[in-house]
């Protein structure tokens, strides 16, 4: 049995790595590494948070918000396609049938 060079911790003689500390036996050795204490934060604020995310003066000022004028504009262009559609197939038939008496 041999005892690590760098932690002295008991190894058996054919280790060529330290288990605790990784320090290779047959090298040289190398200081003995302290062991490292963190210190917690010292009275540190922590980050401020954004506020929230708000809608535009002038959209708040109607009482709805963003994401319910995004959907009225959506619901508004929707229509639009259907009664452009229906004007036009009412506009084909009309020429159709525009020659009949």
């Known amino acids: 049995m041999a005892d690590c ?3 002295g911790k008991v190894l058996p ?5 330290c288990p605790n500390c990784g320090q290779d036996q047959w090298g040289p050795a190398s200081p003995p590494q302290e062991e ?3 210190t917690p934060p010292s009275n ?3 980050p401020p948070t954004p506020p929230p995310r708000e809608s535009p003066a002038w959209l708040r000022g109607m009482g709805y918000t963003f994401g319910s004028w995004l959907l ?3 619901v508004a262009i ?5 009664l452009s559609v229906v004007f036009v197939s009412c506009l084909a038939v009309v020429s ?3 020659g009949t008496p």
């Open 5 to 7: 060079k760098n932690c």
């Open 13 to 17: 003689e054919d280790w060529r790595y």
């Open 36 to 38: 490292r204490t963190e």
């Open 44 to 46: 540190v604020p922590p």
């Open 72 to 74: 009225i504009a959506a």
């Open 78 to 82: 929707i229509v639009f396609i259907i």
């Open 96 to 98: 159709q049938n525009a």
